[in-house]
């Protein structure tokens, strides 16, 4: 995509969102486009993130911009004795249960962001989450991407979600939220982005690509995003049995996120 073209997009988008502003991240470039809406000017920040990109998956320290503009956000922990496993986008059949298997191989802990449209259709693989003692947090209930909507629908589809999901935690889907939702979700959630994008989601990328860019640099405290779909699927289960065999290696634990 062009800057220009991504210019554009960003002018429609901050004039027609009464929200004020917003950022849009072009993936493979790392670069971030934030703008804002003031008196009916648009003001844009053209910004480099502060990222490595290895084989594909990507590294992300947010930095003094993305922290003001994604304030009460939690990139990663600080605990170097444990990893921060999360899954976005289930329950999901044929895959939950997979995943589940695997972490019991390792007695291994993880946090699951599912949607709600997806519990309400598999209850018993959400119960089957939480029984085995993992976490969950919201994803919104049917995958809203956070700059396409105003404030007051995002924040109806998560509460939609949380009818059903009760948790404190909440990922925003695609990591694409303006600053206000971001704001307004913060008074009843905290909320949760990564520091290591595995990109399983990506058919174009080998599943042993896609897990050399995961493991490279792993390291106490990382939140790592990894995906229960059956997109995912073929990556995914390539990654997580070595992901998890790294971790034990390297005298890891993987744990719930409790914050």
């Known amino acids: 995509m062009m800057i220009v073209d991504v210019l554009i997009v960003a002018i429609s ?16 470039t790392k670069i971030v486009i934030f703008f804002y809406l003031r008196k009916k000017r648009v003001t844009f920040a053209i910004r480099k993130v502060k990222c490595k990109e290895s084989e594909n998956s990507m590294r992300v320290n947010p930095g003094k911009i993305l922290n003001w503009m994604f304030p009460n956000v939690v990139w990663q922990i600080d605990d170097p004795e444990g990893i921060y496993l999360t899954f976005d986008d289930g329950p999901t059949p044929g895959v939950t249960e997979w995943i589940l298997q695997t972490l019991d191989r390792y007695d291994a802990k993880a946090t699951f962001f599912v949607l709600g449209k997806n519990v309400e259709q598999y209850p018993d693989l959400y119960r089957m989450i939480i029984e085995r003692g993992h976490k ?3 994803h919104t209930y049917s995958h809203q991407k956070g700059l396409t909507m105003s404030t007051e629908r995002y924040l109806e589809d998560i509460d939609l979600a949380a ?3 009760h948790s404190e935690l909440f990922r925003p889907p695609y990591a694409r939220i303006t600053r206000s939702q971001v704001l307004a979700v913060a008074k009843r959630y905290r909320i949760v982005m990564w520091n290591v ?3 399983d989601y990506n058919r174009n990328i080998s ?13 106490g405290g990382d939140i790592i995003s990894l995906h229960d779909s059956a997109k995912s699927f073929r990556n995914m289960s390539y990654v997580l049995p070595a992901l998890l065999r790294m971790a034990r290696e390297k005298g890891l634990e993987c744990k719930i996120l409790e914050l």
Do not use: E, F, Q
């Open 207 to 219: 599943p042993k690509r896609c897990l050399l860019g995961t493991i490279r640099g792993l390291k």
């Open 197 to 199: 994008l595995s990109r």
């Open 163 to 165: 009818d059903m999901v």
């Open 136 to 138: 969950v947090g919201n």
């Open 13 to 28: 988008l901050a004039l027609s969102m009464p929200c004020g502003g917003g950022v849009i991240y072009i993936m493979h």
